[in-house]
C-alpha cells in the first residue's frame, strides 16, 4: 500500500513538474519587436563604393526626404497604410510611388524585395 503510495505521488510531481515547464510565457515572446511607425531613416546599399545608396526618411508628419547616390536629397510626401502593408511616396501631384512593404521591424524596412537598414544619419 505504502510502496503504490509513493508511486502515484511520483507521478504526480511529474505531472505538474512537466505542466509548469510547458506552460512558460518564455516560448510565446516574439524573437524582434515589431516598430509601431516607419518613421526615421532606413539606407539600402546597392553598390560597392560609398555613394552607391538609395536612402528613405520618414518624418512623423508625413513628409521625408529620399537620398540617391548621394545626392543632398529630395523632399516628399508619403501615406503609409500599415492595414494593407503599403506605402506611397508622393514625389509631385503626377509622380507617385507605390512600394509594398513586406517587413517592418525595429532594424530592417523591406520595400518591394529591397531590405533597408535603419541608420542613425546618412
Not at 500500500?1 to 516560448?27: P, T
Not at 511607425?37 to 532606413?42: A, K
Not at 512623423?60 to 503599403?86: A, E, L
Request: with cysteine; net charge negative.
Amino acid at each position: 500500500m505504502k510502496k503504490n503510495l509513493i508511486n502515484w505521488m511520483i507521478i504526480l510531481m511529474v505531472a505538474i513538474i512537466s505542466l509548469c515547464v510547458s506552460c512558460s510565457k518564455d516560448d510565446d515572446s516574439p524573437k524582434d519587436e515589431t516598430v509601431v511607425s516607419i518613421v526615421g531613416t532606413w539606407r539600402y546599399d546597392w553598390g560597392s563604393s560609398a555613394v552607391s545608396f538609395t536612402a528613405y526618411t520618414f518624418n512623423s508628419d508625413g513628409s521625408g526626404f529620399i537620398y540617391d547616390k548621394g545626392n543632398p536629397g529630395r523632399p516628399f510626401t508619403y501615406i503609409y497604410d500599415k492595414q494593407n502593408n503599403i506605402i506611397t511616396i508622393i514625389n509631385s501631384p503626377y509622380d507617385k510611388e507605390t512600394m509594398f512593404v513586406s517587413e517592418l521591424t525595429s532594424n530592417i524596412l523591406v520595400l518591394d524585395g529591397e531590405e533597408y537598414r535603419r541608420v542613425d544619419s546618412i
